[in-house]
């Protein structure tokens, strides 16, 4: 991240410590000196990096500037260490201060993070058909995959060139049980929809789905038709279209969906974009080495 975090046990202190590292230099006769006991044996993890990462892990759910007396509510940490990570950050280059005293992410790891995307197989081979599906849908495509607590992640994103078009980010974790590519994926992997549907579900428009029963048949349902329809169930003015990507193994690995403005989600569209959905998704299963 650009920065060094060093450890307190770095400071050499009088006594004991010194003696240690004497002991170091100058080992035993035959060159072998003793080692730790395994239970005094001192892991590699860095407590410091770890409390850094859970300040940003804070801006990842909240999405937004946040001030100290959240972040020290968010996580846990005493004020004192928390306003030492957050120097850091600073210095690091990875956060911001603003005028409101408040901190904010920089595109720093934003440009960290889109190497390591860049070396993911399945966006590469994705990208051209996700394109492809854009211009014959003339609407915003996204690759979506299912992070461990059982949210979805756009992975890759087609923006359609229509004026009025569905707004979303990369990168960022949005509720799987009532997208369509989230439930596309949950309807393939039995351990996280377990936990997705036996957790809160804020009901987050007037027509969001949040009856676990209700919702288990309609995720089942999706699996069975190969493809995943919502309607203003994540945000009141969207919806979307999804169908399941595969490996060379045939396991499910992301979602290919299409964000429609719900204004325009007639069934004429929903039916035209399934299809159109299902072929793509197909193609990219293909070029993953998919064979039914």
């Given amino acids: 991240m650009g920065a060094f975090f060093v450890s307190r046990d770095a400071n050499l202190t009088p006594g004991s410590d010194r003696k240690k590292v004497r002991a170091m230099a100058n080992p035993p006769a035959g060159g072998k000196t003793r080692a730790a006991p395994a239970g005094r044996r001192r892991t590699a993890v860095m407590?410091?990096?770890?409390?850094?990462?859970?300040?940003?892990?804070?801006?990842?759910?909240?999405?937004?500037?946040?001030?100290?007396?959240?972040?020290?509510?968010?996580?846990g940490q005493p004020k004192s260490s928390l306003h030492r990570v957050l120097t850091t950050?600073?210095?690091?280059g990875v956060l911001e201060q603003n005028e409101a005293g408040l901190y904010h992410l920089t595109l720093k790891l934003w440009r960290i993070g889109s190497l390591a995307l860049s070396e993911i197989d399945l966006v590469r081979v994705a990208q051209p058909y996700l394109e492809s599906l854009c211009r014959a849908a003339d609407e915003t495509v996204h690759?979506?995959?299912?992070?461990?607590?059982?949210?979805?992640?756009?992975?890759?994103?087609?923006?359609?060139?229509?004026?009025?078009?569905?707004?979303?980010?990369?990168?960022?974790?949005?509720p799987s049980w009532c997208t369509a590519t989230g439930r596309t994926l949950l309807a393939h992997d039995s351990r996280l929809r377990d936990k997705v549907?036996?957790?809160?579900?804020?009901?987050?428009t007037p027509d969001t789905e949040t009856d676990p029963?209700?919702?288990?048949?309609?995720?089942?349902?999706?699996?069975?038709?190969?493809?995943?329809?919502?309607?203003?169930?994540?945000?009141?003015?969207?919806?979307?279209?999804?169908?399941?990507?595969?490996?060379?193994?045939?396991?499910?690995?992301?979602?290919?969906?299409?964000?429609?403005?719900?204004?325009?989600?007639?069934?004429?569209?929903?039916?035209?974009?399934?299809?159109?959905?299902?072929?793509?998704?197909?193609?990219?299963?293909?070029?993953l080495n998919y064979r039914p």
Avoid at 47 to 65: D, I, Q, T
Avoid at 89 to 92: D, P
Avoid at 151 to 164: C, F, M, N, W
Avoid at 254 to 266: E, H, I, Q
């Fill in 143 to 174: 690759l979506a995959v299912l992070e461990p607590g059982g949210g979805v992640v756009y992975l890759s994103k087609v923006e359609s060139p229509r004026s009025i078009r569905v707004q979303t980010q990369v990168g960022r974790v949005t």
């Fill in 89 to 92: 950050l600073v210095r690091a």
């Fill in 213 to 287: 029963e209700r919702l288990r048949r309609i995720i089942e349902q999706a699996g069975r038709d190969g493809v995943a329809v919502t309607k203003g169930e994540n945000h009141p003015e969207m919806g979307g279209v999804a169908a399941p990507v595969r490996d060379h193994a045939g396991a499910v690995v992301a979602a290919c969906g299409l964000g429609v403005p719900a204004f325009r989600m007639d069934d004429a569209l929903v039916a035209r974009c399934s299809l159109l959905v299902i072929r793509t998704a197909a193609e990219i299963s293909e070029a």
């Fill in 197 to 204: 549907l036996a957790g809160p579900m804020t009901k987050l």
């Fill in 47 to 75: 407590g410091s990096v770890l409390k850094a990462f859970e300040v940003l892990e804070v801006f990842e759910r909240k999405w937004r500037p946040l001030g100290v007396t959240e972040l020290v509510r968010e996580t």
